[in-house]
């Protein structure tokens, strides 16, 4: 192996938690075995939370709406 990954992986260190989890789940996933990454990531996780809190406060157009708007631009 050469000393590359092992730079990688010391300016992988320095960087917080989330940042490290992230850049492994990339690796794991690029080499093809994302069968170990089956918890959602911690930007999964954020995203998923504030989609809940749209869900809760209603803030998804219904189809009808969303048409609307797509007749309105032309698309």
Known sequence: MTNLPDRALEA??????EA????A???VRLVGNDAA????S???RKAIAVLK???AR??????EQV???????RL
């Open 25 to 27: 789940r990339i690796v």
């Open 67 to 73: 048409k609307a708007v797509w007749r309105k631009c």
């Open 12 to 17: 992988v260190q320095t960087l917080p938690a």
């Open 58 to 63: 209603s803030e998804f157009a219904i189809d």
């Open 20 to 23: 490290q989890d992230e850049i």
């Open 53 to 55: 809190e749209q869900m």
């Open 37 to 40: 990454l089956a918890a959602p």
């Open 42 to 44: 911690y930007y999964e």
